[in-house]
């Protein structure tokens, strides 16, 4: 056989490709000016509670709080 | 896309030895192949840029700014011999495993820096390691090529590594493993290209996952709300998301310039980051199908080894090559803090579970916690 002849291999994995791509190109989707709005609202919506965002009090946040003296 | 069927078989000549005729219909059926796949991937980028009628951060523009940030070391964990390669919180906020070349893997409390159990690993470059969700175990491995169990004993003086159980087998390096919502399957992904899916038990593959062309290097499970679907990033610099039941790849991006050494969802599941040698973070959503933000500067030259978001997906951390973390504003794609601490690269960065503190290790073989 030619060295230029497609081995079983390739065709298998162009067809693998192709298959993957047809899906691929057939999934719905969303404009981002709607998806961008659902991330910033999900934002909106949590960022209150988020506690590396709002800082909460060095008594609530035990990484915060001066380690305990241990006595030796 | 209408797709042309194959070409039926020409009618030969009986001069034209069989060979030839074979290897003439094979070259036409390969050629009409990579030209459906040419005009796939075209059409792909069609359909994608039809609904890019904004950028996330002009749809962001109203929303207030972010004030200024004072995020210090609160706790340094010093104990590892070597680098420090990977992290994982516990459920309990509190607790931390940690892994390293030096071939240990060490569980701390954080609150109070000390060691509560250490395993040698048979190997050095124990790469992933993973907190069980009840807390009563730890996975880890590496260049071993394998993903151990270790159940973790209440007496500090029990040998763990006699109980240790292999679970999950690949033909290459552990780059990193997750367990699901459960402690009895654990999801991996390795240097040999693939991810897998595996019964803790019983050591059974329950799912395999191909599609990298080259070593998948990291992993993140969806939220439990959104279902079924785990992300990957690897050497092809493509991000994966995967259905676990079907084995099959859902979605691909593909816009990375280099290795994707980390993966994150966005809290809400609709969207994850990655953190990429190509010192970019990108954030890509999948219901529109495509990148919707890139997280960089043209002063930040080094790669991003890491990524988490803060609990509500406004901050975005990224861990670097060059020592530092980069705070990221997600909705502005601007940078709101810079940290410095560690002596050199950082390798891993967790938000804790309720979002409280985040940590990171590093090459200077130690773990900061950061709040």
């Known amino acids: 056989m030619s060295s230029k002849a497609p081995s079983a291999n390739n065709l298998n994995q162009a067809r693998q490709t192709v298959q993957q791509l047809r899906l691929e190109a057939r999934i719905e989707r969303i404009k981002i000016s709607q998806a961008s709005a659902d991330i910033v609202k999900y934002c909106n919506q949590h960022q209150k509670s988020d506690p590396l965002i709002m800082g909460i009090p060095a008594s609530e946040n035990p990484f915060k709080e001066k380690k305990p003296c241990t006595v030796l | 896309v209408q797709v042309n069927p194959v070409k039926s078989q020409p009618t030969t000549s009986p001069l034209i030895p069989e060979m030839a005729t074979q290897e003439v219909q094979l070259n036409e059926t390969l050629a009409h192949l990579k030209t459906e ?30 004030g200024q940030f004072v995020m210090k070391t609160r706790r340094t964990l010093k104990g590892h011999g070597n680098k420090v390669l990977c992290m994982d919180w516990c459920k309990d906020k509190r607790r931390i495993v940690s ?109 395999s996952f191909h599609g990298h062309a080259a070593d998948v290097l990291c992993l993140d499970l969806a939220p439990s709300e959104t279902g079924n679907t785990f992300v990957s ?65 043209e002063s930040i030259i080094f790669g991003v080894s890491s990524v988490d978001f803060s609990l509500s997906g406004r901050l975005l951390f990224g861990g670097y090559n060059d020592y530092t973390i980069n705070v990221w504003d997600v909705l502005k794609g601007t940078r709101v803090s810079i940290l410095f601490g560690h002596e050199n690269r950082v390798s891993t960065l967790r938000v804790s579970p309720d979002g409280t503190a985040f940590c990171t290790g590093s090459w200077d073989h130690t773990l900061r916690i950061w709040a």
């Not at chain 2, 796949?37 to 109203?62: C, F, G, I, N, P």
């Not at chain 2, 491995?141 to 240790?164: H, I, R, T």
């Not at chain 2, 259905?243 to 280099?258: P, V």
């Not at chain 2, 994150?264 to 199908?289: E, N, V």
């Open chain 2, 37 to 66: 796949s040419e005009t796939l991937k075209t059409k792909l980028e069609e359909e994608r840029a039809k609904l890019h009628d904004v950028e996330l951060h002009q749809v962001a523009e109203k929303v207030e700014a972010l």
């Open chain 2, 99 to 207: 892994s390293s070349q030096d071939g240990k893997v060490i569980v701390w409390d954080a609150f109070t820096t000390n060691k509560e159990h250490a395993v040698t690993m048979p190997c050095t470059w124990v790469m992933a390691c993973a907190y069980a969700p009840s807390g009563c175990a730890v996975a880890c491995g590496g260049l071993d090529n394998k993903c151990s169990v270790y159940p973790l004993s209440l007496d500090k003086n029990e040998n763990l590594a006699a109980k240790k159980k292999s679970v999950a087998m690949h033909t290459n390096y552990l780059s990193a493993c997750s367990f699901t919502n459960s402690d009895m399957q654990i999801l991996t992904s390795s240097g040999d290209g693939t991810c897998a899916l595996w019964d803790v038990e019983s050591g059974q593959l329950l799912q």
């Open chain 2, 233 to 297: 990033g690897g050497c092809d610099k493509k991000a994966n998301v995967w259905d676990m039941r079907s084995g099959q790849c859902i979605q691909s991006f593909e816009t990375h310039e280099s290795d994707i050494n980390s993966v994150r969802y966005y809290p809400s599941g609709d969207a994850f980051a990655s953190g990429s040698d190509d010192a970019t973070c990108r954030l890509y959503d999948l219901r529109a199908d495509r990148e919707v933000a890139i997280y960089s500067k």
